[in-house]
């Protein structure tokens, strides 16, 4: 008596392609429209109020400046990003694993988080002085501050993932008698990953701000992109400070769509990456 | 131990929750004794708080009693749950979304060890047992709630356990997969020879699936009335529509009803 | 992404807040005496490490070092640089509390925007979370420039680090409600006004303390950037200057670094304390 059930929410495939299209369109339509009509009205409002293109650059003048000098600006954005993925490794790597050893023991991880999520809130970068004074100039000093950047929100958010295992679902692995490092790899870790993936997620931008910033405060200025940026702005010319700062920019989201489609890959599984609203 | 021994027997068993202090305490069961014959279906129904289920998380030692007896198979209940007595399945499907049904169902198989090729093997009987066999590679959120449930009775009998538990499996659907949902455990149960303990607070359907009623009231919790459920096997519709059915339910209500 | 950065943050603190409930957990006493606990031990690891690896005064200073520079006088003034450090602290506090201010009004303006047209936050939404991806902070040099090396300039920075976590969380806040609720509003034939302040806002306040705790040592960090960029005075002035003669007194560098991490902690207690006060039902329903 087998009986065969018409699943009532099966995802919905097979609507026209055209009503597709259009609720597409109807989604991404409003943000696509926004950013030319967005740098329109920024040439348009530089050129009729004559702004002095030392003060405000139009989108037209960045452009030129970025198309005459885009390898150079490359080059140093990838020195950059080469502190910002060390620092990113190292940091969000060491922040997993102690996240994963310390959440083992419960009493610690619970008289732990107040303390990671308060030194959180420090301010990381006043610590680039002395990480000047220790690293001196070249990629190390930050390399280690974006490190020291990333560790907390990756501790904080492994933690938080290994405890979110619905308590049913520990009850059964109870009911099993399954080992206890078996329920963690079986269970807790399957269930921690979307909140690792949102600390890594946080990460990339911190990471590419941290080496940044960094560099403002200490760094190469005929290698890296940061210290180009602020010596640019401290010479009056806006224009290709403006370019270097489109070059962070790109390096940025390239790198947080990297982690976002890594996350795509691993855990496809997960309410916030298979619903296609999001 | 003779067949007619009681594969489960909770002697004068006793809850208490809550701290020591004097009006901390919830009294969730009192003094409780039941034995489970082997191959028993048998319902434990109440109103919420009359312990229910708790008396089914004691027996699966996933809490322990204050006071009393619990015997499984003439073991404790901690040796019962080393020694994978049971199964049990619960309100709350939890099947793991990073897994697809068929290795759902393999999880307890894993977890003892079962060699890959048997865990197949095992899982895809299951499935094919609770109608299930096309969606071996089907994720759980592809799945409507009473498919889901019916994966995790299917991983709950995947490693052929003794006595199954179950703490009001199909409380979470509607009345009409519920009813469909009832007649499908009895054809799973009458092939598999599993004892049943089974908890709910839906008169009909206790008084429909069970060989035994028990009928606990709160406050505190204990067992008002056992009512014996002498409707013929195999039940189906026509059951449901049997005057004797209907007396029976009038016969458990009026247990519920005398506090 | 502050967004998930709040959200971590809010929820790693339910937690603990429900575990501190659940097992009536480490008073407020014992908290302090395991924090005293940790820092006695960061102290002993401090001098450890120093006599392990032989570490110059110059690089790693005694703990006791950094104490002491809080209290000697200064040379120019003869106050005790304690002092002096704190008067300059606190414009740096004026900035972050005006751009904090800032930031979060026009945060949660933006966010009641995007609540109530669906077309604006379609549009605009993507970008302003897209800018998150972007280091802000790069602007920041150039900030200063145009406004010139003074409040102003300063506040606005810090007001646009403060900007994103609001709105992103005011916007989740204010679209969290239930559809029932807000049914039951519609039955009073209530209008949109009275929707949004007796029925939503209440509901958002939870995200919204999330942002302002986040946003609040970001609106620090932002100060704090901006001085060290352009500026005469402030904490982050001081950090660059004593960072330029560390040579002759390495310890001051080292008092600044605590003070500002003291600023930050400060900055998050605060608003910790007063979410505390104003949704205690919320805790406590938790």
Known sequence: MAVTEAPADLIVTGLTWQSRLAALLRRYLPAILILPSGLILWELGVRLFNIQGFLLPAPSEIAQTFGESWVGLLDRGWYTFQEAWWGYLIGCGLGILIGLLVSRFATISAALMPIAIAVNAVPIIALSPLVRVWFGLGQPSKIVIVAILCFFPCLISTVRGLSVAAPAAVELMRSYATPELEVFVKLRLPSALPFIFNGLKVCTSLSMIGAVVGEFYGGLLNKSLGTFIANEASQVRFRSSWSGIIVACAFGIAFYLLVGLCERLLIPWHVSVRSQAD | MTDTAPIVSIQNVSKLFGSASAAGQTHALSRVSLDVAPGEFVSLLGPSGCGKSTLLRLVADLIEPSDGQILIRNKSPRQARLDREYGIVFQSPVLYDWRDVLHNVELPLEVMRFPPAERDRRAREMLQLVGLKDFERHYPWQLSGGMQQRVSIARALSFKPAILLMDEPFGALDEMTRERMNAELLNIWSQTDTTVIFVTHSIAEAVFLSSRVVVMTPRPGRIEKIVTIDLPQPRNLETREQPHYFELITAVREGLREV | ?286
């Open chain 3, 1 to 286: 992404m502050a967004e998930s950065r709040t959200l971590e943050l809010e929820a790693g603190e339910a937690e603990v807040a429900a575990r501190r409930q659940a097992q009536g957990g480490p008073s407020l006493a014992r908290r302090g005496l395991a924090l005293l606990a940790l820092l006695v031990g960061v102290a002993l690891v401090w001098e450890l490490t120093k006599i392990l690896f032989s570490i110059t005064d110059y690089n790693l200073p005694h703990v006791y070092a950094i104490p002491w520079a809080f209290i000697k006088p200064l040379s120019s003034t003869g106050q005790p640089m304690g002092v002096y450090l704190l008067w300059q602290t606190q414009y740096t506090i004026y900035e972050a509390l005006a751009g904090f201010a800032l930031g979060a009004l026009a945060g949660f303006l933006l966010g009641v925007v995007f609540a109530h047209s669906a077309l604006l936050e379609r549009g605009c939404l993507p970008y302003v979370v897209a800018s998150q991806t972007v280091p802000i902070l790069a602007i920041a040099p150039m900030v200063v420039i145009w406004l010139g090396r003074g409040f102003l300039p300063i506040a606005l920075i810090a007001s646009y680090l403060t900007f994103f976590p609001v709105v992103i969380n005011t916007l989740r806040g204010l679209l969290s409600v239930e559809p029932t609720a807000l049914e039951l509003m519609q039955s009073y034939a209530a209008t949109r006004g009275e929707i949004l302040w007796k029925l939503r806002v209440p509901a958002s306040l939870p995200y919204l303390f999330t942002a302002l705790k986040i946003s609040s040592t970001a609106s620090i960090i932002g100060a704090l950037i901006a001085e060290m960029t352009g500026a005469q005075r402030g904490l982050g002035w001081n950090l660059v200057y004593f960072a330029q003669y560390y040579n002759s007194d390495p310890p001051n560098l080292w008092a600044a670094i605590v003070l500002s991490g003291l600023l930050g902690l400060l900055a998050y207690g605060g608003i910790l304390l007063i979410e505390r006060r104003a949704l205690g039902w919320q805790a406590r329903a938790g």
